[in-house]
């Protein structure tokens, strides 16, 4: 507990600067030099402090001249494919000209989308694997089927 409340302060930090970029653009949208300024400190701070960014923050950062991509202000985004069937999402920087590409698949799922990674998915650890042994019999099963059945019979008649 004590690591993640050591990390917190640099993790607020880290959204305090993001938002500050985003709120430097939208009320001047050609003030990109504070925003990239912003963003580089951002991108600092989770270097320094080995911090792991989500990818929906980090798809919004500019690889190289750290700016932040916003599509139709800081950047361009096209949809392009390749032999038919495999598309791409290209967003474009338009401070350094570098490009993303994102393969566009339905069927792929982040890992932090997965159900297993959400925090509240995962199985609390076991105290020892000898600790508590269910018995396997189904007599558990069969008398809580037989209890719903008789409730809903009950509650039938
Ligand atoms: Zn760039």
Not at 44 to 62: E, H, M, N, Y
Not at 93 to 116: F, H, I, M, V
Not at 131 to 136: D, E, L, T
Request: glycine share 4%; net charge positive.
């Amino acid at each position: 507990m004590a690591v993640q409340l050591k990390d917190k302060d640099a993790y607020q930090r880290l959204n305090y600067l993001y938002q500050a970029a985003h709120c430097v653009l939208a009320q001047n949208p050609e003030n990109v030099e504070l925003a990239r300024f912003y963003c580089f400190t951002q991108k600092t701070i989770a270097r320094r402090l080995v911090l792991r960014q989500d990818p929906s923050v980090k798809r919004t950062l500019c690889k190289k001249c750290c700016s932040l991509l916003i599509p139709g202000i800081t950047a361009t985004t096209r949809q392009r494919r390749k032999k038919r069937k495999t598309r791409f999402t290209v967003v474009r920087c338009l401070s350094c000209g570098q490009s993303k590409t994102l393969l566009n698949d339905p069927d792929y799922c982040l890992w932090a989308e997965r159900p297993e990674a959400q925090l509240e998915n995962q199985k609390q650890p076991d105290p020892g694997p000898s600790g508590k042994k269910q018995p396997k019999g189904k007599k558990p099963d069969v008398s809580v089927s037989s209890t719903l059945s008789a409730a809903q019979s009950t509650a039938s008649t």
